[in-house]
């Protein structure tokens, strides 16, 4: 599950219709010819069925070839489907510069299907600045660099600050403990009018995604690998923690509304109608409330995930083609960086053309990913600021709280785990008198066969 964002690159991009900072491409061909420009290929380039999209991206590739004439870049429509990339590779079809999700490199390293770029990445600017957790997601064990991140998300608190003002709590101090969420659920949820405090996701693989987020809260984990295998690693006081809170909020402070089996669509409308306190999610989700549900900027803010132990963190980057040649590399390198990785763009062009354009800046997702360290970060929060046109001090607390967290990605086989797990989510929000030792022992089980399979 990757919230509803990068899987689409994401909700602020596809909300607005603009793709300027997450969907890229590079240019195609695949040999050097004597003398010539060297020419590459990259995926992510919007179809035709998206204008104005398509558009900015081919904006974007003609100003980098005009600032690198030594450079040739071609634009392939789609990203990389784990499906057919193995055949894609095989056969010669893949691009020199592939995007992937937080989720495929570690398979791609293993199976050497990706370009050992350790040797490259020495002269890539700011590629030092770049936090090193999200940089050792592209890194094997040896330390070898294989990609680069290029936008990341983590899962936090978002919850109504208008909703807070009249239940008298203080907007600018969302709860950073889970005793609070249930405290600051309770004066919402009493304000009456089908308010409700708190609610969570119990259905269609996405309430599994939701414990998961969970777990890592509570300094715990889904699955841990012991030797050459994988083993569930909820079934324990961690687990069993995050399903009582849960029950407890549901059935003895009724604080999460006696609907249940909710998916991300029908909390995300309570949270734009103004009937929902809390939920948990990354910050995509707040263009997706303005845009989608009639929201206002104004009237969320964003917390750090409640218990200051962890957080579920996902994203997205670029590899390169092992096939590539070492030229190829460099040019991939080079418009990776130009693109993405590119401060001094950001501040001087990037983050003015979206605030012309009236894009929201000032959110903590692409064109600011928070993806960096030190001056540099410092020098982006700054930009925001300068040109923003949301709140930014309503998203302070998620971002300076994130910064002590734990961020540990999603589980493997994670779609099939969410499958499982989301019986453990749908069963103490619908049943009171739910078993949870028996809930957590019989999907561990589950989990285990599935994991028993992880290569």
């Given at each position: 599950?990757?919230?509803?964002?990068?899987?689409?690159?994401?909700?602020?991009?596809?909300?607005?219709?603009?793709?300027?900072?997450?969907?890229?491409?590079?240019?195609?061909?695949?040999?050097?010819?004597?003398?010539?420009?060297?020419?590459?290929?990259?995926?992510?380039?919007?179809?035709?069925?998206?204008?104005?999209?398509?558009?900015i991206f081919d904006a974007d590739v003609a100003a980098f070839e005009k600032a690198h004439p030594d450079i040739k870049v071609q634009a392939h429509e789609g990203f990389m489907d784990p499906k057919t990339f193995s055949a894609k590779l095989a056969g010669g079809q893949l691009e020199d510069v592939f995007y992937v999700y937080f989720t495929d490199p570690a398979n791609l390293i293993a199976r050497h299907q990706a370009a050992d770029i350790t040797d490259y990445v020495k002269d890539v600017p700011h590629v030092g600045d770049i936090q090193p957790a999200l940089l050792d997601v592209f890194k094997d064990a040896q330390g070898h660099v294989y990609g680069l991140p290029t936008a990341n998300y983590s899962m936090g608190l978002l919850y109504n600050r208008a909703l807070f003002t009249k239940a008298g709590l203080d907007p600018d101090k969302p709860p950073t403990t889970w005793d609070e969420v249930r405290a600051d659920a309770k004066k919402i949820t009493a304000l009456g009018n089908n308010t409700v405090g708190y609610a969570d996701y119990s259905a269609n693989g996405q309430g599994g995604w939701h414990f998961t987020t969970w777990m890592y809260a509570e300094?715990?984990?889904?699955?841990?690998?012991?030797?050459?295998?994988?083993?569930?690693?909820?079934?324990?006081?961690?687990?069993?923690?995050?399903?009582q809170t849960l029950h407890d909020m549901r059935w003895t402070d009724n604080t999460?509304?006696?609907?249940?089996?909710?998916?991300?669509?029908?909390v995300q409308g309570m949270m734009g109608a103004g009937q929902l306190g809390m939920y948990l999610a990354a910050p995509d989700n707040i263009p997706t409330l303005v845009n989608q549900f009639k929201g206002n900027y104004a009237d969320y803010g964003l917390g750090a995930m409640p218990g200051g132990k962890g957080t579920l963190i996902g994203g997205e980057g670029y590899m390169i083609n092992p096939k590539a040649t070492a030229a190829q590399i460099k040019a991939g390198l080079t418009w990776i960086q130009w693109k993405y990785l590119n401060p001094e763009r950001v501040t001087s062009d990037v983050l003015n053309t979206y605030k012309q354009q009236g894009q929201p800046v000032g959110l903590p997702v692409p064109p600011v990913p928070d993806l960096w360290t030190g001056s540099v970060r410092d020098q982006l929060e700054q930009a925001k600021e300068k040109y923003a046109t949301v709140p930014v001090s309503n998203y302070k607390p998620y971002v300076d709280g994130g910064q002590s967290l734990k961020g540990s990605l999603e589980p493997p086989n994670a779609q099939q785990l969410y499958t499982i797990l989301d019986t453990l989510m749908s069963t103490v929000l619908t049943q009171q008198d739910a078993n949870i030792d028996q809930l957590l022992s019989d999907a561990s089980q589950k989990a285990d066969a599935v994991l028993a399979t992880v290569k």
């Amino acid at each position: 599950m990757t919230t509803d964002r990068f899987r689409t690159t994401t909700a602020l991009a596809l909300a607005t219709g603009l793709v300027i900072g997450l969907t890229a491409a590079c240019s195609g061909g695949s040999d050097q010819q004597a003398g010539g420009p060297v020419t590459i290929t990259i995926d992510g380039q919007p179809p035709q069925t998206q204008p104005f999209d398509r558009k900015i991206f081919d904006a974007d590739v003609a100003a980098f070839e005009k600032a690198h004439p030594d450079i040739k870049v071609q634009a392939h429509e789609g990203f990389m489907d784990p499906k057919t990339f193995s055949a894609k590779l095989a056969g010669g079809q893949l691009e020199d510069v592939f995007y992937v999700y937080f989720t495929d490199p570690a398979n791609l390293i293993a199976r050497h299907q990706a370009a050992d770029i350790t040797d490259y990445v020495k002269d890539v600017p700011h590629v030092g600045d770049i936090q090193p957790a999200l940089l050792d997601v592209f890194k094997d064990a040896q330390g070898h660099v294989y990609g680069l991140p290029t936008a990341n998300y983590s899962m936090g608190l978002l919850y109504n600050r208008a909703l807070f003002t009249k239940a008298g709590l203080d907007p600018d101090k969302p709860p950073t403990t889970w005793d609070e969420v249930r405290a600051d659920a309770k004066k919402i949820t009493a304000l009456g009018n089908n308010t409700v405090g708190y609610a969570d996701y119990s259905a269609n693989g996405q309430g599994g995604w939701h414990f998961t987020t969970w777990m890592y809260a509570e300094g715990g984990d889904i699955a841990k690998k012991d030797g050459d295998t994988w083993k569930a690693d909820f079934n324990n006081d961690k687990g069993k923690a995050a399903l009582q809170t849960l029950h407890d909020m549901r059935w003895t402070d009724n604080t999460m509304g006696s609907k249940q089996l909710l998916q991300i669509a029908d909390v995300q409308g309570m949270m734009g109608a103004g009937q929902l306190g809390m939920y948990l999610a990354a910050p995509d989700n707040i263009p997706t409330l303005v845009n989608q549900f009639k929201g206002n900027y104004a009237d969320y803010g964003l917390g750090a995930m409640p218990g200051g132990k962890g957080t579920l963190i996902g994203g997205e980057g670029y590899m390169i083609n092992p096939k590539a040649t070492a030229a190829q590399i460099k040019a991939g390198l080079t418009w990776i960086q130009w693109k993405y990785l590119n401060p001094e763009r950001v501040t001087s062009d990037v983050l003015n053309t979206y605030k012309q354009q009236g894009q929201p800046v000032g959110l903590p997702v692409p064109p600011v990913p928070d993806l960096w360290t030190g001056s540099v970060r410092d020098q982006l929060e700054q930009a925001k600021e300068k040109y923003a046109t949301v709140p930014v001090s309503n998203y302070k607390p998620y971002v300076d709280g994130g910064q002590s967290l734990k961020g540990s990605l999603e589980p493997p086989n994670a779609q099939q785990l969410y499958t499982i797990l989301d019986t453990l989510m749908s069963t103490v929000l619908t049943q009171q008198d739910a078993n949870i030792d028996q809930l957590l022992s019989d999907a561990s089980q589950k989990a285990d066969a599935v994991l028993a399979t992880v290569k």
